[in-house]
């Protein structure tokens, strides 16, 4: 079965530095995408960057970026230049395409502080 | 344009009650999906609809919880007999179809059994 582990409950960072957080994944599938999603307290889910299984180049979003390291199944996400409205939950997900369905496993979250 | 509305915002009912949540998905989004998110935890994969039909429904907690789409658009999960583990926030998201697409959710049902 396929499952997604956030390591760190919570992080802190100083406002203006750079913070990465962990995620690691299980599959045996070869196709897949993952994702970074943020959810701030207003409880919307806004997708912050996205990365295809079969693409070796990490994807980039502006001070979003990430470090995909498929064989690892490891799948960080870096966020530069911290700024006060990063502060939220942030949610790895794993999407896999069967025959049928469409399956998306999230982890259980990091949520991130950021310190003026 | 509209994003995916999701309602009520917020519903209490007593242990034993049924339900129903409502989503009303993107405009032409054929493919619509429910999460359930408990306290401290991450979001919980319960339903996947492409267009009406729900190809695999074994993500959903019990036989209490049905949902159902109609037209390719509305959405309705619907939890018979509510109990006290089913307080969560449901969430709903839509995307143009399966595949690598972006899921838009929206804001949520926050469901409270007391």
């Known amino acids: 079965a396929q499952t997604v582990t956030q390591s760190q409950p919570e992080m802190s960072v100083q406002e203006a530095e750079t913070v990465t957080l962990s995620c690691t994944y299980d599959?045996?599938?070869?196709?897949?995408?993952l994702f970074w999603y943020k959810q701030p307290p207003s409880r919307q889910m806004i997708l912050v960057i996205r990365?295809?299984?079969?693409?070796?180049q990490n994807a980039t979003e502006n001070r979003f970026s990430v470090n995909f390291q498929k064989a690892a199944k490891s799948f960080s996400l870096k966020i530069s230049d911290s700024q006060l409205g990063d502060a939220a939950m942030y949610f790895c997900a794993y999407r896999y395409l069967g025959n049928r369905d469409d399956k998306i496993i999230f982890g259980k979250g990091t949520r991130l502080h950021i310190l003026p | 344009g509209a994003g995916v509305s999701q309602s009520p915002s917020n519903k209490v009912t007593e242990k034993g009650k049924d339900v129903e949540l409502r989503c009303d998905p993107i405009?032409?989004?054929?493919?619509l999906y429910w999460y359930r998110q408990s306290l401290g935890q991450g979001l919980e994969f319960l339903i996947y609809f492409q267009g009406n039909s729900a190809p695999d429904k074994s993500g959903l907690p019990s036989d209490r919880f049905s949902a159902e789409r109609t037209g390719g658009s509305v959405s309705t999960l619907t939890i018979q007999r509510t109990q006290q583990e089913d307080s969560a926030v449901y969430l709903c998201?839509?995307?143009?179809?399966?595949?690598?697409?972006?899921?838009?959710f929206g804001p949520g049902t926050r469901l409270t059994v007391t």
């Open positions: 405009s032409g989004h054929t493919a």
């Open positions: 998201a839509s995307s143009f179809e399966r595949g690598g697409y972006e899921q838009y």
């Open positions: 990365q295809e299984a079969y693409k070796q």
């Open positions: 599959t045996s599938e070869s196709d897949y995408y």
